[in-house]
């Protein structure tokens, strides 16, 4: 089992990569983060939005991330994995 603690406020959503390698997980704190699904090492973090972050999604080949926050934007983002 593995705990993933790099946020500092409530995580809001959680999204697999489509190889199931990485975790995002987007937060009030206004961040998105990539994690290692194994090993829960931190690879990307993105902060972007001015907001809380409310939901993150992978692009079907894994290449892109999309979120959407309370700043009232959708981001659309390469995380450097």
């Known amino acids: 089992m593995l705990t993933y603690t790099g946020h500092e406020f409530i995580p809001t ?18 961040s998105v983060q990539v994690w290692n699904a194994s090993t829960g090492a931190l690879h990307f973090l993105y902060q972007g939005h001015t907001a809380n972050v409310n939901d993150v999604v992978w692009s079907p080949d894994g290449k892109y991330l999309a979120s959407g926050g309370d ?11």
Not at 13 to 30: E, F, H, Q
Request: net charge negative; hydrophobic share 40%; aromatic share 18%.
């Open 13 to 30: 959503a959680i999204a697999w990569s489509p190889d199931g390698t990485y975790l995002a997980s987007s937060s009030w704190d206004w």
């Open 71 to 81: 700043d009232g934007t959708v981001q659309v983002w390469q995380p450097d994995l």
